[in-house]
């Protein structure tokens, strides 16, 4: 194996291999900018040294002929006493870890040498300088000694510092101090600081890095000397021009550390104009070849410019999109590949609202980040109290312990919801995500809240303020909203033209999942083609529960069709409105789907005001029924229990009222499609039985609707064939799909394992977030394929959580499904990926 590359024989296109500074390195030598000469050792060296503690066969032999070729390509020999050469020693692995392994700066420096540096720079202090830091960095990094221990400034007292630490002299056989400095920069790979950065970002551990031999030159050399990071454009905004920092008469490492205050780049061109305008030139030479924003380190050597570093730089969401967009202007990129420079995941980061932090607020606590946003109001610790408090306009932040179905009022009065219990999947996380609301849950907070403090919660941080931090609105969202122009600014702009394309693009169709007029409105503002899943549930709550509840508590046919007759033409009133908002566009109504308990009050509640009312020698009536009812219908395991399709299969008359009230509304909205979907359907008879009755209505009231199914139980996926026959759609119910799949509840696992399964690397993400392809994706595969084959042109979409995330969005392009259905907020994301997906 060869482990050593000359600058001369790399590339970026070897990143693997000679990591990303390595490959940049080797790229601009080959491109003629003006770089030091040095070589890479390569990340199998490293491999096979961290598993061997040792340097592989030939490595040495390597490194002896390419340092022979640097010296003749520097002019000058390492450790020799007249006129020294010194290398740096330089970390860099594939994906860039800043600050996180090590490099160590002025190597060949020994007493023997550190004179003939002298001579030739005609700067005693220079080289003094320079032995100074060489000691104080390779102590640090090869040897361990704390940084702060380098204490004085002279190299006597350095070198007894480091005697004092290591029970021997500084190294000076330069040779040595050069294999030392190798093998800690391999070792740097797995300091502690790299493996936590590495899990952070999902990086491999078993990469390795590259490290970097090169000719060191002098940026402390004087005031026509100094040092430099700039990027080729602003990766705060995208605008072009000139950012970057120098500090004069300094060395690499001073810039970063912020020891002294460095002078915009701008204020170079006085200094020294050669040198700034060559490396605007060579900044204009990087972008046109990178095709990119590129950042970069330099040093001005006694007026001479080398270039140390670049790299495609890190970016905000916001540049993202507005450099991508002026690249095709510039011709460097074509629209798809613009597509490919940017994520769904930036475009939800622009969307949500920010908070001005100029006045300083007072942080109170941190939690989790669980729905992005910024979110100001006045705490509210229950879900009824908050909407009354909302019902004049006055925001409101819900702070409950957690939230379930019964606070879905409150969290859609509020502004925001806090926490003190659970993570990202929580009831809270999942549903303020579906609406676009900032959540911040399990959070811990160092004052005690009282109702009636206003509060701000930053959902994309994580963090809670006391008082009201002021809100910035998106820009973007403004833009979807119709309130902004599309070229009102160069981010709005570009986020409209690449949107654009991607639609122009994209294969999948995307739909929202709302639930009333007002969601479906902002829907198809935002893009939306339909409908893909409207919950009927949603229409049983506040005022409606007592119907329900005369329905379930119904003894004879008369009181049950008297409640569904009640209920009929609320329902109906409720899919004309959204029917008309959607005209023309196809609209999927899925009938009722949870436990009918779900909306009786909770057990306690009710055996408490039984047994007072008994007390007191009153009867306890209408409560002593529903206490009843409560217990007749209690179920262990109510996801698994009466629910869905079975549901409608069992109380009569439920499905038959809902069918009647979507095509009675369907025949009064010119250009509506309804269409009607059966949910937890496992079986086909269930599908038959329900599909003939709607038929049967839809026949009567003279209107055409499909009649589909979700694909939530794993059945339902394996016996797809079957029940495609009697299916105008399918539509996968992901969550249901994943929780039935895996055989654990959304709502429990969070806080009992799931911090476990990412520590012991069972998954990286919660496959509630983002789909798991390997077995719930298996699932879906398999319906896609056997439904197909049963039924040619079998319209195939998916309504989980899933459809608005990103990753999942490529797997359903991928299998084929003809549509993703999102919450609301959600769906320029989903237009975008899907987009995405097809380039
Ligand atoms: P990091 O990856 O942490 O940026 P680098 O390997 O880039 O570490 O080096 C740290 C600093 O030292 C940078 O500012 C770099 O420009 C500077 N540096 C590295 N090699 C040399 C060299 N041969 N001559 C002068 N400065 C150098
Ligand atoms: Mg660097
Ligand atoms: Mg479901």
Redesign the pocket.
Known sequence: TKYVYDFAEGGRDLKDLLGG?GGNLAEMARLGLPV?P?FTITTDACRAFLRTGRAPYGLDDEIELHLERLEERAGRRFGDPADPLL??V???AKFSM??M?E?I?DVGLTDATVAGLAARTGDERFAQDCYRRLIQMYGRTVCGIPGDAFTGDSVERHKAIFREYTGHDFPQDPREQLDTAIRAVFTSWNSERAVLYRRQERIPSNLGTAV?V??????NLGADSG?G?AFTRDPATGERGVYGDYLANA???D??AGIRNTMPLQDLEQRDKASYDELMSIMATLEEHYKDLCDI???IERGKL?M??TRVGKRTAAAAFVIASQLVDEGLIDLDEALTRVTGTQLAQLMFPTFDFTGGPRRIGTGVAASPGAAVGVAVFDSKRAAEVAADGTPVILVRRETNPDDLPGMIAAQGILTSRGGKTSHAAVVARGMGKTCVCGATLDVELNEGDLVSIDGTAGAVYLGAVPVQPSPVVRYFEGELAPDADPLVRAVDRLLTHADKRRRLSVRANADTAADAARARRFGAQGIGLCRTEHMFLGARRTLVERLILARTAEQREAALAALLPLQRDDFTALLREMAGLPVTIRLIDPPLHEFLPPLEELAVRVARAEERGEDPGHDRDLLDAVHRLHEDNPMLGLRGVRLGLVIPGLFAMQVRAIAEAAARVPGSRAEIMVPLVGAVQELETVRAEAQRLLAEIGVAARIGTMIEVPRAALTAGEIARAADFFSFGTNDLTQMGWGFSRDDVEGAFFRQYFELGIFGVSPFESIDRDGVGRLIRIAVAEGRTAHPGLHIGVCGEHGGDPDSVHFFHEVGLDYVSCSPFRVPVARLEAGRAAV
């Open positions: 500074k030091p040095g290398v740096s330089r970390s860099g800043p600050g392994m490099t700066l970097n090169v000719a060191m030159v002098f940026g040092t990071v060395q690499g490492e810039v970063v380190e330099f040093t080398w140390l570093q």
